[in-house]
């Protein structure tokens, strides 16, 4: 089904040379024109080095992204996801044409419109009516267009009262809201949209959210949505690019790219232990310190990964160093997109005094209790009102599988962060 | 395989072509260029007093000025029965517009670059709409020197040589060669200083220079007649010839040459070809090196 493809990126690449622009650029720039001017290859294409930001590197050039290519069908959402340098943005810049590839192609059979930024071009000096214009046009909308739509767009951005009123009287909050009921309107073939939803109170962001999903639902269209924030992804999108390092890592389904990238992006990739051995006084401070902390079953096996119909023992070993009392210790378990779950703490056992020594804590999470998806295990350890001994402290990951898929052939997935066994019952 | 080519409605593609305008999206955007433009005139003078008024009183107090350096201290004579004034209101209200054309086009680049590295559009779009918010700017200040021509003509008996002649009908294919002289010139020294700025230091002092050498306050056959030697630098300047041309269309004087007329047309239109050119190939990029 070729006819369905709306846009094919194709060995897309980009380089930028690092450092200052002075003196020294010229004679690059002479070279590369005298090579031109002979018919041969830009010298400096060939250099260059894949974009890891916090190694030194040898070369100048390095390529923010490279051979990037992936097709996208008609009125498909495709996420763009990735770390901070990833190569995001860049890609964001060439496809809504910002700034050209170095190599490469792309191909489109639409208008692309793209929302790198909302309110761009807003004049402070105008009224909010006269920004809805030029930022309509800047959009690419045509005065015609706009005009149909200014009351839907008042309307949707909920600033009427100060649609007369020059923007620079407006708050931050307000300002955004008219520059996103804008870029909301747009009808373009293609939309780009650049994490613009991490703006706005909570109530607005949810309109946001809303729109975009009538966008690429009802209407249609097709959205290339680039954002960190995993829930909106999920939410949003039907398919999913993940980059690193400006290289194409992962495409495909949206939960297999969000997973492959929560997977791949921690500080260390094996967070899947099940324990984590600590220096002496490595987290802590002069009152405790953390020694180790384990997850383990109920035959005292390390594990990382359970499943759902197993207990889940977390042992919590401490060095106290001087006595201590009313202290508390928590267990804190997050999903992988940072939502809390649950936090359990030892008041009822750290209440009395704690003398000098080694103790190991132990807290059993009960079967049938957490869903089918991975968590975030932190531990954090304070005396409630005056200091930490050391902060909710990121110690490993589990990994929860449902234990019905062992004997029938599927994973059954639940929404929720947990998923829990209640006792259901029926009457007539 | 796919047997049919597939149509695609553009590629963006790393190959520069020299050439490669698509006149088409301008067009879809003019609606952007006139909004530019009403952008421009509607916030130039929010928050002051006199508002527009500032459109008059620059040229005003530039004219008086010259006339009393250029023509009563320096003795530079501008005809028999030509106001010393008027001449130079004829000059400036020329040159104004030019130079508004051309110095407010240089930067195109720098000053939008908020703009342009976040949303595309024909970056041409921008310096166009700067030369037409100042034809309406150089529209105000016509009509000030035709309220100075009034007055000197019908309530003064010291313009008695003035005459208008007949190919004041040209004058709207004059103000289209500032246009695109400004335009041109702008266009090249944007596209040059995105990435050594070493122009910008230039244009700030060279419009200055220029506008010496473009026969604003004195008559060129004045020029001729004082230093010969030079009178080439003055003969063969576009602008020069332009504002010669407007006096001779306005006041009658000096010498209006069609030969000379059809070279600034030529000059200016290869200027502003070059311009475009030069601009389509660094917005593909520029915003890497700005």
Sequence with gaps: MSSDIILK?????????????????????????????????????????????????????????????FEVKRGEVLGIIGKNGAGKSTLLKILSRVTGPSVGEIKTKGRIASLLEVGTGFHPEMTGRENIYLNGAILGMTKAEINSKIDEIIEFSGCLRYVDTPVKRYSSGMKVRLAFAVAAHLEPDILVVDEVLAVGDAEFQKKAIGKMQDISNSDGRTVLFVSHNMAAVKSLCTRCVVLENGKS?????????VDFYLNNSGSNSSTYTGSIQFNKDEIGNQQVALVEVKSFDNNERVRSTFFNNEDI?????????????????????????????????????????????????????????????????????????KNYFFKPYKCFSVKIEDSKSKGYNFNEKWHGTVHPQLKWSLKT | MKTTEEHWLYVISSNKKLIDFNFKEIWRYKDLLFLFVKRDIITLYKQTVLGPLWYLIQPLFTSLIFTLIF???????????????????????????????????????????????????????????????????YGIQLVVFVGFYIYYVSFTDKAFNVFPTFSIITLPVLIFLMALLGLGLGMIISSMTTKYRDLTFLIQFGVQLLMYGSAVMYPMSYFKGKLPNYYWLIEWNPIAIIIESFRTMALGIGDLDMYKLLYTSIVSLIIFLIGLVIFNKTEKSFIDTI
């Design chain 1, 9 to 69: 990126v194709e060995n897309v690449g980009k380089q930028y040379r690092l450092g200052l622009v002075g003196t020294g650029t010229i004679s690059h720039d002479l070279n590369r024109w005298w090579k031109k001017t002979l018919g041969k290859e830009d010298p400096y294409l060939k250099v260059g080095e894949s974009n890891n930001r916090s190694e030194k590197g040898i070369s100048d050039y390095v390529w923010a992204i490279k051979n990037i290519n």
């Design chain 1, 249 to 257: 890592v992962f495409e495909g389904e949206t939960d297999a790219a």
């Design chain 1, 313 to 385: 023992s977390i042992s919590i070993k401490v060095n106290v160093k001087e006595s201590i009392k009313n202290s508390r210790f928590a267990l804190i378990m997050e999903t992988l997109n940072g939502e809390k779950v649950f936090v359990s703490a030892s008041n009822e056992i750290t209440k009395g005094d704690i003398t000098k020594g080694l103790y190991t804590f132990s807290v059993v999470i009960p079967k049938n209790l957490l869903n089918n998806i991975e968590y975030n295990v932190f531990v954090s350890g304070a005396i409630p009102g």
């Design chain 2, 71 to 137: 023509n009563n201290l320096a003795d530079i004579p501008t005809g028999d029965g030509v106001p010393n004034f008027l001449f130079n209101l004829a000059g400036i209200t020329s040159w104004n517009y030019f130079k508004e054309c051309l110095v407010g086009t240089s930067d195109t680049f720098k000053k939008n670059e908020n703009i342009f590295g976040k949303v595309y559009f024909p970056r041409v779009i921008m310096p166009m709409s700067v030369v037409v918010s100042n034809l309406l700017k």
